[in-house]
């Protein structure tokens, strides 16, 4: 069973917190407070998305458009602050972004890169025993 959030007071909205916020480091506040924007920003591209979808009238389907790209733009500059500021976004960024890839295929290939590095790193060459 999930324990209860903990809220807090951020600014002028509640922040729900997995952990006792007072546990909580500056950093991971401010992450937690991106993150929370992110998905603010997500649900707010995902209506304005359906939004231009669902209308027929021109005039208002360019204004939703351009708000809904207005929110990707958000989106996107709280990537780039999480890809500053909190561990793993800028490893996994790097990786894939900009890659014309399948996503999975790289993704075991990372996974196997890692597996042999871990391997060689522990003295472990997976070539069976030589005492046979």
């Not at 917190?17 to 546990?23: D, L, Q, R």
């Not at 989106?75 to 972004?97: C, F």
Request: charged share 30%; net charge negative; hydrophobic share 35%.
């Amino acid at each position: 069973m999930a324990c209860p959030p903990f809220l807090s007071l951020e600014g002028s909205e509640t922040m729900q917190y997995t952990e006792p916020v007072e546990h909580l480091d500056d950093l991971t506040r401010r992450c937690a407070m991106a993150l929370k924007s992110m998905q603010e920003e997500l649900e707010a591209i995902n209506w304005y998305n359906q939004r231009v979808a669902a209308t027929e009238d021109k005039d208002l389907k360019a204004l939703l458009g351009h708000n809904r790209d207005e929110e990707i733009e958000h989106a996107v500059m709280l990537i780039e602050w999480l890809r500053r500021n909190m561990p793993g976004w800028d490893k996994e960024l790097r990786q894939y972004l900009f890659t014309e890839s399948s996503l999975l295929a790289m993704e075991e290939a990372a996974t196997e890169d890692s597996t042999e590095k871990s391997e060689i790193l522990s003295g472990s060459l997976n070539i069976g025993s030589l005492k046979e």
